[in-house]
């Protein structure tokens, strides 16, 4: 497949079917469907999803979404982005230098989410010596904003846990809001409303 060097308005390299299939924008998102809303993003409750808000110690800002889900992780991250370009060729650029400067191993490679990265992140070294993990990080460029995610669990490597995870990300709505950002800037997540509550 030839490589695209220039980024023309919407249609940026990565997921063509992206508006149909997900992850969506809100414009894009069915109305009717019961969200947990989290700010930035909206997550469909399903049979087995747990979730967690992963807090800043220091400033009690919501920094991402962890859900739990077939054996597996999936942490979301939603990022302001440019009108015109996307942000995931150079994220993944940095991901790779990241992990190689902390001693692990990073794959580029082409998947159901488009290119991503396949990385044996170094953890804490044991009585067997240093042990690694595997992790999956996946981005989708969508209109001015950029949704990551990072898989870990059984669909880091189990074509089932993964073809189940990537559905779960690809269910995800995106609210960017109309506020001016800077690109890269994290997207304000929140508390979900208890139920029964707007």
């Keep these: 497949m030839p490589e695209i060097e220039a980024v023309e308005e919407d249609t940026q390299e990565g997921l063509h079917d992206r508006a149909t299939d997900g992850p969506f924008d809100e414009s894009e998102a069915n109305p009717v469907r019961p969200y947990i809303d989290l700010g930035a993003i909206k997550i469909l409750p399903r049979e087995g999803l747990n979730l967690r808000l992963e807090v800043e110690e220091q400033t009690q800002r919501i920094v991402a979404v962890g859900l739990d889900y077939a054996d597996s992780t999936l942490q979301v991250q939603p990022f302001a982005a440019p009108r015109s370009t996307g942000l995931w060729d150079e994220t993944r650029a940095q991901i790779q230098e990241q992990i190689t400067q902390q001693g692990g191993r990073v794959e580029e490679r082409e998947g159901a989410l488009g290119s991503e990265l396949l990385a044996e992140i170094p953890a804490v070294a044991g009585a ?14 969508g209109p001015r904003w950029f949704l990551r995610g990072v898989i870990g669990g059984a669909a880091a490597s189990n074509a089932e846990a993964a073809a189940a995870v990537e559905d779960l990300f690809r269910s995800i709505v995106v609210v960017r809001g109309g506020a001016p950002m800077p690109p890269r800037d994290l997207i304000p997540l929140r508390m979900p409303a208890a139920p029964g509550t707007a």
């Design 128 to 141: 067997e010596g240093t042990v690694t993990r595997l992790a999956r990080f996946v981005g989708v460029d």
